[in-house]
């Protein structure tokens, strides 16, 4: 049952997979570990591998998008290769959130902070220019219009987490004027914060509220800064990237390593897949699913 | 011909000085949102992210589409009034379009990068869309402006080669318009927007507004000038404006009818929201009924034929239609779309003052352009003495 084709499955035993990166989310030192030794044009925020790997990705959305530009067409052999390596044909990503497994308050906030320390997410007070990669929730609000006041009240009392849907048809992709938010074929919705021109249309096409502006300069707002992930400029947008940089090294999303199980991640399109087995065990529902943006962030109630 | 905007009295240049203060305060305020963050200078939230400034980009674009309501009539139908203003309407336009892009270049958080949009041409991009239209739009008014004033100042028939730029204008209006309508109109979850009405109502209002606007004008440049615009084509103006309120007002019962008889809470939340109050936010509400206010007073002065023949009462009625459309448009329309929000709560808007100050940057800048242009045209229209029709054109 259990295929090896990539690194990948070995998402299925997250908890003692993920414990290294999981320590390091709940405030000890930063996984720089993990990485491989930064390079010199890490100064300005971005290592070049990153950047390329980002650039080669475009290349290919650009290409896939039938857009196929002179430099596109150069690049679309090497950019497709460097996908493959990355992510392996076929996938299409998907995460799977067992709300009843996530027990206390600290259970959640350390996978709030393995994402947002890692990413390095402004941390801001004012709730109208806050910027958030993934968060909390309650039930009524997460789900409105699906809400019954008689629902269980352990539900009705919980919080979910909330983040980027990667949605198969997302809107923000269709009014980014730049392509600065693009899908990939794995079903990641990408953000290229070096891109965005700021004009925020994305935040106002995004049914699920998974987008944040930077109202405010982000540096002024870290207590520290990860060297690993390029912090931000004032003015462009960000958002969830479901840690294509961990995909990329084969290693599953911070969030899923800090979760202790109950964030199950993997690929929909493989049959024997954690996150299929999950969906096929059981009940799960999707946020707003009658605007047809096909969210694939699943949770278990 | 510019050299004509270049000659005028102490008033004349006194308040285009005064303009450029107020553009110079603009571009200072502008530079503080950048130094600083829209954070605590722009009033915006992640809940409410447009505001005030595609608020405006909204209502101009429609001002400058209205262009279309004396050159259409002029070209088309061969209706003469229109011949002394349709120059005046082309050039109103053109200040419009650069009121409605500065707006939405103003909103930009990287303003260095917007260049992008061309060099990444992104066709399912609406905003892609707008900038090709609204550039062209401007590009088109200006040329078909600029060459008939041109040939008047010469005594002469505007030349044959513009009759398909004048053409393409015409049916260029009403798509910049569209487009607009489409930034809103094709957004899943954003009930109040989402209405396949939207397009038409814009153009409504647009109708409304623009010629209300035009017809205040002509009132000015009879008073600081010798150009008659004429009383005829202020009163054909003032029947465009009159039942393009009337639609305008029609479609808000519509989407009424749709909302509550449906009992569809997205529909039904936004416009509870706007005219009564939601959760006790109430925000929008003196600004919604203001509207109305203006609205009515607007259709009761131009409806009625003893107060639309009438100079002054023609006037306040024009200018209520005007500032109606721009509180419901211009302001309620883009920050009520928000709410609720994704997670169905409620977030308000209000304006900081220093978005204020880059919006009045903005304004300022569009009444120079339209000044400067204006004035060009008062400058041939005076010496031509005679209109196209040979009728007298000075007083």
Known sequence: MPESRTPFSMSRGIPEQGAPASQAGQGGPLPS??????????????????????????????????GIASLGVLQEVKASQVLAEATGPGKRWALVIDVHKIATQEDYQAIIDACHRFHNVPVIAEPKHQVKWIWTEDYSHTFPGLASPYAPPELQSKPFLVLCNHCDNPPCVRV???KATFKREDGIVMQDMHRCIGCKFCMVACPYGARSYNWLPPRDFLPQI???????????????????????????????????????????????????????????????????????????? | MLHKALKGSNKYWGFLAILAGIVVVGVLAWLREHALGSGPTSGLSRDVPWGLHIGQLTFFVGVAASAVMVVLPYYLHDYKEFSRITVIG??????????????????????????????????????????????????????????????????????????????????????????????????????????????????ATAFAAGPA????????????????????????????????????????????FTAFYSQSPGHMHTLEYLYVGLDGHRDMVPIVWASSALALVGLVLLAVPGTRKKEST????????????????????????????????????????????????????????????????????????????GQRQVR
Not at chain 2, 130 to 157: H, K
Not at chain 2, 314 to 338: H, N, P, Q, R, Y
Request: include cysteine; charged fraction near 15%.
């Open chain 2, 90 to 203: 082309e050039f109103l336009a053109v200040a419009a379009v650069v009121v409605s892009m500065l707006s939405v270049f103003s909103i930009m958080g990287q303003p260095a990068r917007v260049f992008y949009v061309l060099l990444h041409p992104t066709p399912n991009s609406i905003i892609f869309w707008d900038m090709i239209v609204l550039s062209t739009y401007l590009g088109l008014n200006f040329l078909c402006g600029w060459v008939v004033l041109s040939a008047e100042r010469q005594g002469m028939p505007a030349p044959k080669w513009l009759k398909p730029f004048i053409y393409w204008a015409i049916f260029w209006a009403p798509s910049i318009h569209m487009v607009t309508a489409f930034l809103y109109a094709g957004l899943p979850g954003k009930h109040h927007w989402m209405t396949a009405l939207q397009a038409v109502h814009f153009l």
């Open chain 1, 33 to 66: 570990g993990k990485q491989p030794a930064p390079t010199a044009a890490q100064e300005s925020g971005v290592g070049t591998d990153r950047r390329h790997f980002l650039k080669l990705v475009g290349a290919a959305a650009v290409a896939g998008a039938g």
């Open chain 2, 314 to 389: 023609l006037t306040v009625g024009c200018l209520a239609i005007f500032f109606s459309i721009w509180l419901d448009k211009g302001f309620a329309f883009v920050a009520s779309g928000f709410v609720p929000n994704a997670f169905d709560r409620i977030t308000d808007y209000r304006p900081d003052w220093n978005e204020l100050l880059v919006a009045a940057g903005v304004w300022a800048v569009g009444v120079m352009v339209f000044t400067l242009l204006c004035k060009m045209a008062i400058a041939v229209k005076e010496e031509a003495i005679f209109d196209q029709q």
């Open chain 1, 176 to 178: 980014c004027p730049v």
């Open chain 2, 213 to 256: 606007l035009l017809i205040v004008i002509s009132m000015i440049i009879k008073k600081v000038s010798h150009f008659d615009p004429g009383s005829k084509a202020i009163r054909k103006l003032a029947e465009i404006s009159l039942y393009a309120l009337a639609l305008h007002l029609f479609f808000i019962g519509l989407e009424f």
């Open chain 1, 226 to 301: 990860n060297p690993d992930f390029p912090p931000r400029t004032t003015g462009v947008v960000e958002k969830c990237t479901l840690c294509y940089e961990q995909l990329a090294q084969g290693l599953p999303p911070l969030c899923v390593e800090a979760s202790k199980g109950a964030l199950v991640f993997g690929d929909l399109n493989d049959p024997g897949s954690p996150v299929r087995a999950a969906i096929a065990s059981h009940y799960t529902i999707r946020r707003a699913t009658d605007l047809g943006t096909e969210p694939h962030i699943f949770y278990i109630v």
